[in-house]
């Protein structure tokens, strides 16, 4: 298709335009300077894909020629050749948590060995983030958690039945235990790893049970041993049953069976069985 001569000249006038604005448009790169912060610029590799502008210089400390941004340029001292600077020293405790020795930098963290502040262990961490930490992990729905359960699991349920007889309402043997005030000291409740840790320390093997050496106080490091069930049985509060105890029991029979089992100091099932003729038969 041809076009006349005037339309061929307003055509023309129009790209010539078009160009002369998009070169206006177009950002004036200023050329870098011979020196930069003490870095010899040898060339100008111009903006990068990324539109980040690097240049090519010789380190001011080893005088090894390198890339680097022409922003970060400004920013360092060197091209890595230089050894990192010393980290700051740490404080003995941080947040309560004690730290016994500063490993310094590996991987971009800090590394330190520390005492956690609730159960006392000591764990590898990094100290920048103690001041969030409550503790090592060790804890588990408000309670110390145990480390124990998968080497002593019959220990663990020892520690939840004495809790249990002793705070537990609703507990079959609390009459004879947590009514008469029978308690636990305040460093096994807070810790049943201390619990684990004493008994393995005062010869605890899995034929042994726990027994106070005074049946009238709590369980604690100085009243508590490992006992066999025949020496458990010589130091005990409850009452051995004879016949004439049965009849006895039975002649209240309109009285609560807790009441009965902790007047008569057994249990409430040996009360049960007796007010049914299960045991202890005329």
Same mark, same amino acid.
């Given at each position: 298709?041809?076009?006349?001569?005037?339309?061929?000249?307003?055509?023309?006038? &129009?790209?010539?335009?078009?160009? &002369?604005?998009?070169?206006?448009?177009?950002?004036?790169?200023?050329?870098?300077?011979?020196?930069?912060?003490?870095?010899?610029?040898?060339?100008?590799?111009?903006?990068?894909?990324? $539109? #980040?502008? =690097?240049?090519?210089?010789?380190?001011?400390?080893?005088?090894?020629?390198?890339? +680097?941004?022409?922003?970060?340029?400004?920013? !360092?001292?060197?091209?890595?050749?230089?050894?990192?600077?010393?980290? $700051?020293?740490?404080?003995?405790?941080?947040? %309560?948590?004690?730290?016994? /020795?500063?490993?310094?930098?590996?991987?971009?963290?800090?590394?330190?060995? #520390?005492?956690?502040?609730?159960?006392?262990?000591?764990?590898?961490?990094?100290?920048?983030?103690?001041?969030?930490?409550?503790?090592? %992990?060790?804890?588990?729905?408000?309670?110390?958690?145990?480390?124990?359960?998968? +080497? =002593?699991?019959?220990?663990?349920?020892?520690?939840?039945?004495?809790?249990?007889?002793?705070? $537990? $309402?609703?507990?079959?043997?609390?009459?004879?235990? %947590?009514?008469?005030?029978?308690?636990?000291?305040?460093?096994?409740?807070?810790?049943?790893?201390?619990?684990?840790?004493?008994?393995?320390?005062?010869?605890?093997?899995?034929?042994?049970? #726990?027994?106070? !050496?005074?049946? &009238?106080?709590?369980?604690?490091?100085?009243?508590?041993?490992?006992? +066999?069930?025949?020496?458990?049985?010589?130091?005990?509060?409850? &009452?051995?049953? +004879?016949?004439?105890?049965?009849?006895?029991?039975?002649?209240?029979?309109?009285?609560?069976?807790?009441?009965?089992?902790?007047?008569?100091?057994?249990?409430?099932?040996?009360?049960?069985?007796?007010?049914?003729?299960?045991?202890? /038969?005329?």
């Amino acid at each position: 298709m041809e076009f006349s001569l005037g339309i061929q000249l307003s055509l023309r006038y &129009n790209i010539i335009s078009l160009l &002369n604005k998009r070169e206006l448009s177009m950002p004036v790169i200023k050329p870098l300077p011979d020196e930069m912060n003490g870095f010899i610029v040898l060339e100008d590799l111009r903006i990068a894909l990324n $539109k #980040i502008r =690097y240049a090519r210089v010789i380190c001011k400390q080893c005088n090894i020629e390198f890339e +680097t941004s022409v922003y970060h340029i400004h920013t !360092i001292d060197s091209c890595g050749c230089l050894p990192a600077r010393p980290s $700051k020293k740490l404080p003995d405790e941080i947040n %309560g948590f004690k730290i016994l /020795k500063d490993y310094g930098y590996s991987n971009g963290s800090r590394r330190a060995l #520390i005492i956690c502040k609730v159960c006392q262990k000591e764990y590898e961490a990094d100290p920048n983030k103690l001041k969030y930490r409550k503790h090592c %992990g060790c804890m588990r729905k408000g309670v110390i958690a145990s480390r124990y359960n998968k +080497t =002593y699991p019959r220990l663990g349920q020892t520690y939840k039945h004495m809790m249990s007889r002793c705070y $537990k $309402k609703t507990d079959q043997d609390f009459y004879n235990y %947590g009514a008469r005030g029978i308690t636990i000291c305040d460093e096994w409740i807070r810790d049943r790893n201390k619990f684990i840790e004493w008994a393995i320390n005062t010869g605890y093997t899995d034929d042994l049970t #726990i027994d106070r !050496i005074d049946f &009238n106080k709590g369980y604690s490091p100085e009243n508590c041993r490992w006992a +066999t069930p025949v020496e458990q049985s010589q130091n005990t509060s409850r &009452n051995v049953m +004879t016949m004439d105890l049965a009849n006895q029991i039975r002649n209240e029979s309109n009285a609560n069976a807790k009441e009965l089992a902790r007047r008569y100091k057994v249990s409430e099932g040996t009360i049960w069985n007796i007010l049914h003729n299960r045991s202890w /038969k005329n």
